[in-house]
């Protein structure tokens, strides 16, 4: 469904389960992140882009004089068919089910702003895939923003949007993750990767519009859950990696600076650091490549990419290996360029660049040569940059 066709669907599923049509119609893409891996909590480079997959909701005031009135946000689950329903008028703390957290935690920072937070019936859908590795999390973090934006009337910041979404991430998710994710989403834009400075906050819009060119994602159908403290782990790997080098982070270190200071760390800790350093310097060569349309050598960085995500940072799997094997099987003649994992890792998504009219012959060569090695159904797609949240009625 593309973005019309999903809010003309929230709307019809509002008014099914609410008996009147949605004053507010707003919606916030996942993404992919095309490279700039496990870099962004380390004050790097990433280079993300929104897909065209969106959390989406329609809402309300609720009726005068009905029970959720004076200080109830309901939210209805139109896919999962399940109802949360949250108390504002207190301050707003975790409760259930679990992804009512998401909510809940927005709703938390816009009180901490000071913002009075209007009562609301809600219907709710999304089209990125859960546990993928595409920030189903942070879509329906923005979303929320973006739907308390419209009922309020006052847009705020789009950074301050992205920061307020990513601390409702660590504070009510548990997820200590950087701002690549709740950055895109709130300032994606049609056509363009955004090449994100996570030190300085500063943005830079690649456009990412050559038709010869397509990005896939290939979704291993591997769940993948952040919390499980892995990701958690890296992050203190890393803060443990600046700290023994003297740095605030390891932006600050030069791949021969780390040569030099390899006796201080660990191994493994050696090993995370390489990882980050080298990210960092191969995603401002690949926003370099992309603006040249210098796709091969964009294709190879993302290969290497994959291979330090995979040895050094340790955060593939067979699935995601898998992928990439594939990808690299097909080669620059069958019209890949290059492929690697997305995301926080440990199974989710890879993406591939790959010539546009190649497109179905690679789509099915993976389909059915990764269901030959793991048995597994991929769902595979392909996206152009999306933009980033939008008010699209009220
Ligand atoms: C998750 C986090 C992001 C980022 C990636 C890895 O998606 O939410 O902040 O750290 O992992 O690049």
Known sequence: MNLQELAAHIAAEFQKHYGRAPRWIVAAPGRVNVIGEHTDYND????????????????????????????????????????????????????????????????????????????????????????????????????????????????????????????????????????????ISALGREGHLLLLDCRTRKTELVPMSDPSVALLVINTNVKHELSGGEYAERRAQCEEAARNLGVKSLRDVTPEQLEKGKGKLSEVVYRRARHVIGEIERTVHAAEGIRASSWPSVGNLMYASHASLRDDYEVSCVELDDVVEIAEDIGYKGGVYGCRMTGGGFGGCCVALVKADCVDAITKKIAVDYKIKTGIEAAIFASRPAAGATIIKG
């Open 44 to 183: 790097g480079f990433v280079l993300p882009m929104a897909i065209e997959r969106y959390a989406i909701m329609a809402a309300d005031a609720p009726l005068p004089g009905s029970v959720s009135a004076a200080s109830i946000i309901s939210i209805y689950d139109a896919h999962f068919q399940e109802n949360a329903t949250i108390d504002i008028s207190a301050p707003v703390t975790k409760g259930l089910p679990k992804w009512s957290n998401y909510i809940r935690g927005v709703l938390c920072g816009f009180q901490n702003r000071g913002v009075k937070i209007p009562a609301l019936d809600v219907a709710f859908m999304s089209t990125v895939p859960l546990g993928g590795g595409l920030s189903s999390s942070a879509a329906l973090e923005v979303c929320t923003a973006t739907l308390i934006e419209a009922a309020t009337g006052k847009a705020i910041d789009p950074i301050e949007k992205a920061l307020l979404a990513q601390k409702a991430e660590h504070d009510f998710a548990g997820v200590p993750c950087g701002i690549m994710d709740q950055f």
